[in-house]
């Protein structure tokens, strides 16, 4: 069994039901909120929504995975869920982000299919070793926010595949700094220390960023085969999944 987990703020009941969609015999949804206070009408259910409290996520150590600030994300709620949780069991979890768009039902599951047993699937995998403040980016910030030293991995992860061995390393990677750090940073680097495989995908090669990416090619000439990042539009990314849908 697979699970995908979407990453939002206050999803509308569009999203709910585009995210409905993409459940099947070996695949279940689940919808992360940012604001615990929003609630989303004329749901049944069969998309479970995760709502976690702040602090429980953050005395976890599971924050910081966007900003210096302590108050976690849907991403730290969602990677604090699965890991401390959820109980069922599964093989692989996708972390997708509102703004990608899943141009058909089958998107995801034809890449589950070619991808059976890989641990990490991500859009790029580029090393920087030994980085310091004085290296730009966010690296600032993530040495302001982790004890861990060494090589990182960045990557854009707007959508991403991580198995179970993967969020148990996550886990422990947690337990041992005691909280995370910035997200494009985080996952391919705990990858790194605990030796599991990086699988970079053309499917995900559009995550990041579109505009420059489509520039080279006719403009909204999506492809069933690859995610597409961003698409802001909830009512954009329903009109493109129905066009596909009918083919």
Not at 74 to 102: P, Q, T
Request: proline share 3%; hydrophobic share 35%; charged share 25%.
């Amino acid at each position: 069994m697979n699970i995908i987990c979407f990453l939002t703020v206050r999803p509308c009941t569009t999203f709910y039901n585009l995210c409905k969609e993409l459940i099947n015999e070996n695949t279940l949804v689940y919808i992360c909120i940012d604001d615990n206070d929003h609630s989303i009408s004329d749901i049944d259910d069969s998309v479970k929504i995760i709502k976690i409290k702040n602090e429980d996520s953050s005395n976890a150590g599971y924050n910081y995975m966007y900003s210096k600030s302590k108050i976690p994300t849907a991403r730290d709620k969602a990677l604090y869920y699965f890991n401390r949780i959820y109980k069922n069991d599964y093989k692989h979890i996708w972390f997708i982000e509102d703004d990608v768009l899943i141009p058909s039902k089958n998107t995801i599951s034809n890449i589950d299919k070619k991808y059976i047993d890989n641990d990490y699937l991500v859009r790029e995998n580029t090393i920087k070793e030994n980085p310091t403040k004085n290296d730009g980016w966010a690296f600032p910030q993530i040495l302001d926010t982790t004890e861990y030293r060494g090589v990182f991995s960045i990557a854009g992860i707007m959508a991403i595949r991580v198995s179970k061995k993967m969020m148990k390393a996550i886990d422990e990677f947690v337990k041992k700094y005691k909280n995370a750090f910035f997200d494009e940073a985080f996952f391919g680097t705990v990858a790194l220390n605990y030796n599991i495989d990086i699988t970079v995908t053309p499917e995900l090669y559009y995550m990041w960023p579109l505009q420059q990416t489509l520039q080279k090619e006719s403009k909204n000439n999506y492809k069933e085969k690859f995610l597409y990042h961003p698409v802001k539009s909830i009512n954009q990314q329903r009109n493109i999944r129905d066009k596909f849908n009918k083919l």
